[in-house]
């Protein structure tokens, strides 16, 4: 009896499998097996000579050229451009097998177009001189619209626009086709006097193939450059030359019981995250950001308090207003805490001049009132917010705030936007949100391609170097950028690379960790200015 | 036992009549596609070429009738040079060949010695029109197409002045005083064919 059930059962797995095998090959009429695609991909953006709004679908055959610092690295034929839009168009290569750990300048020629030589989006032809192109794995995208390429060198193309090609395209006007017709050089199916009055204004330019240089000069240490792969969650620190300095924090967490919903706390009534897993995370991301310089060590925690902050005005939510507030804050809701009486309900100024503690972190939930991050002492200064005063703290202390019903991300923000303003304070200048002139090295470390096309830094914790926007962390354009260069500060090389939102993962939380990473930490001073920007906000007294 | 191959011959069954059943549906999809694409190919067929403009039909006009009335002929230049002073010359480029001929583009590239500048070039009626004119980097290029501006298509035309070169040495010094010819881009072109006479076009301008 058992065996007999033991071969029905082989009897209807194996007819199922048949079946199944057999609907694969009826829906498909081939067998598909799971294959894992090969995304190593660059795809390319130029712009090329002429009018293309009213021409359907152009393609070109076109040829890619890559050449690393050594020489030519890979050559790609007859590779389809096709319009992305207006005279733009974009042609894809596969990058699987390239090393990623070189630069490229790239030599781009499309059919009936002289080719060009890129160098970096804002290098190109005789400027072209070192390749300053970084290919990472996976898909990159890179922008070379700056500069145009010119038409008019027709089939046989041998690189210049010369007679014969002009005779040809004159003798071809007023032909039309539905195939490939090598003087139409707008693909639009008819040769034009367009067509002939572009060559002509290549020639009268005398325009050729840009010339590829028969050595490269070299002058970057491509090695240095972390690629995607590298990329993690946690990035590779790099050692800290100014040994390290611990901070004893002091947390206080606000998580009132709610009474009318079965004496549940805030936190486990909504569903918000636990603070404790939080801060460890938080701490260790700082560790590894600043290259093991800056340390956390809570000393003390006020944990679980059932009670709300004292807004500024007098303010205290009871349990209905606090979730009626979340729906529709009132302007207490919106009001500030006010932070000397936490400092005095929590002896925590007195804890601070006994040097019990460093720094003050306040854990709440949406409208408690918390700055980002904020500061009191007797020279105190703007980080994110004023300073505040009116207490008996007589040393610096950094306040965070931090929200339970947010993430990481947030409370890496946080410390984000107290270096930035800190640094802001020791500089003297704020390249964040305006443009300008920025002559300290925190001046051009700050800027986006918001506020300096072509001259992007690291940018700031809302504007990535490549951001269009606010937040906009995962922006794949490609902006040339020094961010890496700041690794070797105070031994800057100037030298700007290509980068997009692929260096960190086009993620927000990962961004912020990559900047905080790139900020300074080496030894000794430049210009009176430390070259360990941490030191700033983790030294204040 | 029963139970088994009553089981096999159930499963059977429902197997086959999956199979049918999907063999049908993606009868009638193939079915489908071919008929969709059938009536994209007429689609195609009966679409027309690409229509040509006002401009264009007018530069065919004008070129066809000019074409009705010359000869494809070997065409060529040919030179004069004229000594101004110790160190200064004008040279004088010709476009030569049959009276009928004629030319709707043409190349003349030199490659001018060290110490040799080219201090004026004053492009001829040979053409109508000279898109480009450069001289750089020890070679100098001018180009001659024909133009259809006005009311008719004009041609390069033989036996007429191509350019005037007024050159000069730097420092009074000219080791070589022979600028070549570059056979390879130096062309004559007739409705995209060439019709440049290599044997008596000039290969070398000897500086007296």
Same mark, same amino acid.
């Given at each position: 009896m058992k065996n007999n059930n033991l071969r029905i059962v082989f009897a209807v797995i194996s007819l199922s499998i048949i079946i199944l095998i057999s609907l694969l090959i009826s829906s498909t009429n081939k067998l598909v097996f799971f294959n894992r695609a090969t995304d190593n991909q660059l795809n390319i953006l130029i712009k090329l000579q002429g009018q293309y709004d009213q021409i359907a679908n152009p393609t070109f055959k076109t040829k890619v050229v890559l050449y690393g610092q050594s020489g030519l690295t890979r050559e790609y034929s007859n590779q389809t451009l096709t319009k992305d839009h207006q005279n733009i168009f974009k042609v894809t290569i596969n990058t699987t097998g390239l090393s990623f750990n070189q630069m490229y300048a790239i030599f781009i020629k499309p059919d009936k177009y002289l080719g060009k030589l890129f160098c970096s989006p804002t290098s190109s032809s005789a400027n072209c001189k070192t390749p300053q192109i970084i290919i990472a794995a996976g898909s990159n995208d890179l922008d070379l619209t700056q500069d145009l390429l010119f038409s008019g #060198?027709?089939?046989?193309? #041998?690189?210049k626009i010369a007679a014969d090609d002009i005779s040809k395209i004159s003798n071809q006007v007023g032909k039309t086709s539905t195939d490939y017709l090598s003087t139409d050089i707008n693909s639009d199916g008819r040769v034009q006097t367009v067509d002939y009055s572009l060559a002509i204004y290549s020639m009268s330019k005398n325009y050729i193939d840009d010339p590829i240089p028969s050595s490269w000069n070299v002058s970057i240490t491509p090695t240095s450059i972390p690629t995607q792969p590298q990329i993690s969650t946690t990035p590779t620190p790099i050692p800290s030359q100014v040994g390290s300095v611990t901070r004893r924090v002091m947390v206080i967490d606000f998580n009132p019981v709610i009474e009318s919903q079965g004496n549940k706390k805030i936190r486990d009534l909504k569903g918000w995250a636990n603070p404790v897993p939080l801060e460890s995370q938080y701490i260790n991301d700082v560790k590894i950001a600043s290259g093991g310089y800056l340390n956390y060590q809570i000393v003390l925690r006020k944990g679980d308090l059932d009670q709300y902050p004292t807004k500024n005005n007098g303010y205290v939510f009871t349990d209905e207003e606090y979730l009626s507030a979340l729906n529709s804050p009132t302007d207490n809701a919106r009001a500030i805490i006010n932070y000397n009486k936490v400092l005095n309900d929590y002896e925590v100024c007195q804890k601070l001049n006994n040097n019990e503690i460093d720094e003050l972190w306040l854990w709440g939930g949406p409208w408690f009132g918390y700055y980002e991050v904020t500061m009191t002492g007797p020279s105190a200064f703007y980080t994110n917010s004023s300073p505040f005063s009116g207490n008996s703290c007589n040393k610096n202390m950094i306040v965070m705030g931090f929200s339970y019903e947010r993430g990481i991300s947030e409370m890496v923000e946080n410390l984000g936007h107290g270096l930035e303003g800190t640094l802001s304070h020791f500089f003297g200048e704020n390249s964040t949100t305006t443009s300008g002139n920025y002559t300290t090295p925190w001046g051009k470390f700050a800027l986006s391609e918001k506020v300096a096309p072509g001259k992007s830094?690291?940018?700031w914790m809302h504007y990535a170097p490549n951001s269009a926007s606010d937040y906009d962390w995962s922006n794949k354009r490609t902006v040339s950028s020094t961010c890496d260069d700041w690794l070797n500060y105070p031994n800057l090389t100037n030298v700007a690379l290509l980068i997009d939102c692929n260096r960190w993962n086009c993620d927000g939380y990962q961004y912020k960790k990559w900047w905080l990473a790139h900020l300074p930490k080496a030894s000794g001073k430049t210009n009176n200015y430390w070259?360990?920007?941490w030191k700033y906000f983790a030294e204040l007294n | 036992m029963k139970r088994l191959v009553v089981c096999i011959l159930l499963l059977s069954f429902l197997f086959i009549a999956i199979w049918l059943a999907e063999n049908c549906l993606y009868q009638k999809k193939v079915g489908s596609i071919e008929a969709k694409k059938d009536i994209q190919q007429t689609q195609l067929t009966k679409k027309q070429l690409p229509t040509l403009t006002q401009t264009d039909v007018s530069f065919i006009t004008k070129r066809d009738k000019v074409l009705e009335t010359i000869i494809k002929s070997p065409l060529y230049f040919s030179v004069k040079t004229q000594k101004f002073s110790v160190n200064r010359w004008t040279i004088t480029i010709k476009l030569e060949g049959e009276i009928k001929g004629a030319a709707d583009a043409a190349d003349l590239r030199l490659e001018l010695p060290e110490n040799l500048t080219v201090s004026n070039i004053k492009v001829g009626?040979?053409?109508?029109?000279?898109?480009r004119k450069v001289a750089v980097n020890n070679y100098l290029l001018i180009s001659g197409v024909a133009s259809a501006d006005n009311n008719q298509m004009v041609f390069g035309e033989p036996n007429k002045i191509f350019a005037e070169l007024t050159v000069q040495t730097i420092n009074n010094?000219?080791?070589?005083?022979k600028i070549v010819v570059d056979k390879n881009d130096t062309k004559i072109y007739l409705n995209g064919e060439s019709i440049l006479d290599i044997n008596k076009s000039i290969k070398i301008i000897d500086l007296p």
């Open positions: #060198d027709i089939s046989p193309q #041998d690189g830094g690291c940018g070259n360990n920007w | 009626p040979a053409f109508p029109f000279y898109p010094q000219l080791d070589i005083k």
